[in-house]
Structure formats: structure tokens, C-alpha cells
């Protein structure tokens, strides 16, 4: 027969405790390995089974000491809370008083700094649980919104590199741009099959200012200030591009079919003073906004 520790045992009784007091909607998932957690909740509502989780550490003991109003958790593992902490899911941190048959809560994040964990030099720390957060009924709802703020940070925080690498394509167009005009003047020197490419090359940097330029603005709420200056910009260069390169709707519209264009240099060379002015304009109001 496989024989149990005492801290087995209270482990199991203090997870018996903390799902015993789980609404009955939300879903209490133990780990198939040991990989830190005592195990996963996933919330449910309204008879269903939410995308909002989070993880679970149950501390259990019967002779808690108690200092300032608070549970002293000793010889917790640094790489422990170092994994809660950098875990995806919230990580609620519960500990269990067997002789009272109670227990207090907290987020991983409020028992201790980014910097504590960073730079211990120890390889465990002791955590402070207030008993004031008793765990129990009415605790449930403050936990389900802690986890949705949670769970919605994320996603802004997916949304913003989003906009982010979007952004970043817009410079790199208009940096390209800027580059290609400023260039120009020094084609003349190469031979006509390199002017003939050269060409081409810059006819679809030009069609990538305008692409890049419509893509970000479309990514914005429509009342704002910059959506609607990046929409200006873009019909303007593509005005200027209509000009000298033809035609330049069809290379505007083509992604996959070769297009056969004429360039008018001595066109571009009137409006590249122009052209130039408008790209730093551009990248000077994307990064002063943004």
C-alpha cells in the first residue's frame, strides 16, 4: 500500500474545502502533472461554460501563524511564484486554517512585487495573506470580475500589437518611399534595364504607401482625428502617383497579374519635392499621434 505524507493529507482536505465552497456552475480542474498548480477553474454562467479560467494554489495547515492580521505562508519556492506570476491565467493564491474550517484569498499579484521576485536572494520567501478576505459566498463575484478585467487586458494587449505591427508597416512604407524619392535624381546613371526595373520596383513601393496608409486608418475608430488625416494623405499621394505612373489604378487594384505600366520621369521629377514633403509629413504625424 502507497502510503500518504500529513502535508498530502491536508493538501486534499484543503482542496475538498475550497470546491465544496465553488458555485456550482464553475468547473474545478485538478492537473494531469504537477506542474505548479493545485489545479484550474473554468467559471460558468447562466448554464454555461465560460472562456474565463484561472489557476489555483491551496495552501493547508492547522497551525497558521498570524501576524498584523495577516497568514504567514513561510518557505514558499521563488520559481514557484515566479511561474504563477508569468502564468497566462490569474493565479489565486488560498489559504486554509483546518481549525478554524476556514480560509482567506489573494491574487498572486498582490502578495508580492515584480521586484521581489526578480531579485531574491533566496530561494523562498514568505507570502502575507490578509484574513480579512475571508473566502466564501459572497467572494465569488469579486473573483469572476477580476478574472474578466484579466482575461480582457490580454486581449487589448493583442490588440495593441496588432496596431502596433501595423503601424510599423506604415513607416516602413513611407520610410521606403522617402528613400526611392530622394534616389531618383541618381537612375540616370545606371543602364536602361536597370532604370526599367528600377522603375517597376518603385511603382509598387508607391502602391504600398498607399495600401499601407488606407490599412492603418480602416484599423482606427472612424472619428478619429488621424484615421481621418491618414485617408487624406493616401488620396493625395495617390493623386500625385495617377500623374506619372500609368495606369496606376490597375496596379493599385492588381495583386497577383502582371500590369503593364508607363512612368513619366520628367513628371515625377516635378512633383518629387512635393511627394517627399507629404511622406514626412505622414511619418512625423504617425509618430507624434501614436
Same mark, same amino acid.
Given at each position: &500500500? ?21 458555485? !456550482? ?22 448554464? /454555461? ?6 489557476? =489555483? ?12 492580521? #495577516? ?49 531574491? !536572494? ?24 477580476? =478574472? ?8 487589448? !494587449? ?5 496596431? *502596433?505591427?501595423?503601424? &510599423?508597416?506604415?513607416?516602413?512604407? *513611407? ?6 524619392? $530622394? ?10 534595364? $536597370? ?10 513601393? #508607391? ?18 482625428? %488621424?484615421?481621418? /488625416? ?20 490597375? %496596379?493599385?487594384? $492588381?495583386? #497577383? ?16 519635392? &512635393? ?16
Amino acid at each position: &500500500m502507497r502510503k500518504q505524507s500529513p502535508a498530502q493529507v491536508q493538501g486534499r482536505d484543503g482542496e475538498r474545502w475550497f470546491q465544496r465552497l465553488l458555485p !456550482a456552475e464553475w468547473l474545478f480542474q485538478r492537473p494531469s502533472e504537477d506542474f505548479g498548480l493545485d489545479g484550474t477553474v473554468v467559471i460558468g454562467v447562466a448554464g /454555461y461554460v465560460t472562456h474565463l479560467e484561472f489557476g =489555483v494554489q491551496i495552501k493547508s495547515g492547522g497551525r497558521w501563524k498570524v501576524h498584523d492580521g #495577516h497568514y504567514l505562508v513561510p518557505g514558499v519556492k521563488v520559481d514557484a511564484i515566479r511561474n504563477w506570476v508569468l502564468h497566462l491565467l490569474p493565479t489565486l493564491f488560498v489559504v486554509y486554517d483546518r481549525t478554524a474550517e476556514m480560509g482567506c484569498w489573494s491574487w498572486v499579484d498582490d502578495l508580492v512585487s515584480q521586484d521581489e521576485i526578480a531579485h531574491s !536572494a533566496s530561494d523562498t520567501v514568505t507570502l502575507r495573506v490578509p484574513r480579512r478576505s475571508l473566502l466564501n459566498e459572497s467572494s465569488w463575484l469579486q473573483i469572476q470580475s477580476y =478574472v474578466a478585467m484579466h482575461h480582457a487586458s490580454i486581449l487589448d !494587449a493583442g490588440h495593441n500589437l496588432e496596431s *502596433l505591427r501595423a503601424l &510599423m508597416q506604415v513607416v516602413r512604407a *513611407l520610410v521606403r518611399s522617402l528613400q526611392l524619392l $530622394q534616389l531618383a535624381p541618381f537612375a540616370n546613371r545606371r543602364s536602361e534595364t $536597370q532604370r526599367r526595373l528600377t522603375r517597376v520596383g518603385d511603382a509598387t513601393a #508607391h502602391r504600398t504607401v498607399i495600401r499601407k496608409l488606407t490599412e492603418f486608418a480602416d484599423r482606427l475608430h472612424t472619428d478619429e482625428p %488621424l484615421a481621418g /488625416y491618414l485617408r487624406k494623405a493616401s488620396a493625395a499621394y495617390r493623386a500625385h502617383c495617377e500623374t506619372f505612373i500609368h495606369p496606376f489604378a490597375d %496596379l493599385l487594384s $492588381q495583386d #497577383h497579374e502582371a500590369v503593364a505600366i508607363w512612368i513619366n520621369d520628367d513628371r515625377m521629377r516635378e512633383l518629387r519635392p &512635393m511627394m517627399a514633403l507629404a511622406v514626412s509629413a505622414a511619418l512625423a504625424e504617425l509618430t507624434s499621434t501614436r
